[in-house]
């Protein structure tokens, strides 16, 4: 990895401020969040919370693909991430946070029947996107298979399983999720069933957000557009390395169905903006107009890899970027997306690299980079949330996923780009 990051200091060494952040996230994960478990797979702690979130490892490790082009050590480390999560999919597809070892340790004992390897077990669709996408850059980009083992081939009937019984939630879902709090965002309403949604639609219902605070309205169409994404992944896997006629079709026809619901369930019209896509919606007609920092979002539709219809995607940017957007702030410090999962006024790291990732001016990826780099109060790394107004208050001290999308941003603007 040396003489990679090497190449990265040679060509970045024009922005001394930003190289010196950078390197502080770049080191960040890999020195500090990730231990090898001696098995072939490797576990991966958020940070300040000493648990491995499917999601979250998955986008702590995700940069660090670029160096595994050339070097074997480090492709090996992210095949192994593969492994543990897909090892942790097969003990239970509807958590979202596993322990380093089954010791009982969790966020709340919300379930008294739950797996002593379960930290959490709140149900987001993209805890099973992700696993998916990671092993699939590895591969498009290093022509690494090894993270494809027998707990991956069983981890992806698993999802596609649990997405199709989600897709009728009402009716066929035996999940549930109780938590006794009174935080209503912790909790899922009708005794742990969620809000009522409309069967039959073709989308897939969430219990909760990429924030972990519950949804307001079940469907939740920024996790739904990345099933899609993950469908083709799983097509061109099984077209051109398993050899699946089986699978391919099954991955085609999910993506298909999904795609087409969001495109006809998954909009509003509004008077300012015109259509734009909804964050969530019940199938009913109730919609939320909103965005949140965490990914996915709409505003990362385009990262993602959505094939979103243009108008209403430009429509949507412009609406999530204003003030018209409940949860997008601005500040002395800084302005952005924040979260329902942080106070009113605390903007994301991760949302203002999303923002940069997303632009197609150079000139504004850079000026989000200064702006991040001068927001990390103090620390020389990212953060959750950070008041707009003072960025000496924020909320948590060590966030791995938010140091990573730093690196993602920094990686793009000087033209280090994954093939999707």
Not at 45 to 64: E, F, H, K, N
Request: proline share 3%; glycine share 8%; charged share 25%.
């Amino acid at each position: 990895m040396d003489d990679f990051l090497n190449q990265v200091r040679q060509i970045a060494g024009r922005e001394p401020k930003l190289l010196e952040i950078f390197e502080n996230c770049y080191a960040d994960t890999i020195n500090k969040t990730v231990k090898d478990m001696g098995d072939g797979t490797f576990h991966v702690i958020t940070g300040d919370i000493p648990a491995m979130w499917l999601r979250d490892s998955a986008a702590q490790v995700r940069p660090y693909i670029f160096a595994a082009k050339k070097d074997a050590r480090i492709r090996e480390m992210i095949a192994g991430v593969i492994r543990r999560q897909f090892f942790y999919i097969g003990i239970d597809a509807y958590a979202n946070a596993f322990n380093q070892e089954p010791n009982g340790a969790c966020w709340e004992k919300d379930d008294p029947q739950q797996s002593p390897w379960v930290w959490e077990r709140k149900f987001e669709v993209d805890s099973l996107c992700y696993p998916v996408q990671l092993a699939y850059l590895l591969w498009k980009n290093t022509d690494a298979t090894s993270q494809f083992d027998s707990n991956f081939h069983k981890g992806v009937r698993e999802i596609l399983r649990v997405f199709r019984i989600e897709q009728d939630h009402e009716r066929q879902s035996v999940y549930r999720f109780c938590r006794n709090s009174r935080f209503f965002q912790d909790t899922l309403s009708r005794d742990g069933k969620g809000a009522l949604v409309k069967p039959g639609t073709g989308l897939i219902w969430s219990g909760f957000r990429p924030s972990d605070d519950a949804c307001a309205y079940g469907y939740l169409i920024p996790s739904n557009m990345f099933v899609v994404v993950v469908m083709r992944y799983l097509q061109e896997l099984a077209a051109k390395v398993f050899l699946d006629k089986r699978l391919e079709a099954e991955a085609a026809q999910l993506g298909k169905q999904v795609m087409e619901a969001i495109e006809r369930e998954g909009k509003a019209d509004t008077e300012e903006f015109g259509v734009i896509y909804a964050y969530e919606t019940d199938g009913f007609g109730m919609y939320r107009l909103m965005d949140d920092a965490n990914v996915p979002s709409l505003l990362s539709m385009d990262y993602l890899g959505y094939p979103a219809e243009q108008k209403a995607a430009e429509n949507t940017r412009r609406f999530l970027l204003s003030d018209a957007n409940p949860y997008y702030y601005k500040g002395e410090k800084a302005s952005g997306i924040g979260s329902t999962h942080t106070p009113s006024g605390y903007i994301w790291h991760i949302a203002m690299a999303m923002q940069g990732l997303t632009s197609k001016d150079k000139g504004e990826k850079l000026e989000i980079l200064y702006r991040m780099a001068e927001t990390t109060g103090g620390t020389g790394r990212m953060h959750e949330g950070f008041f707009c107004e003072d960025d000496a208050k924020y909320t948590r001290e060590w966030f791995s996923w938010a140091n990573a999308m730093y690196v993602e941003l920094f990686f793009d603007y000087f033209g280090y780009r994954l093939e999707k």
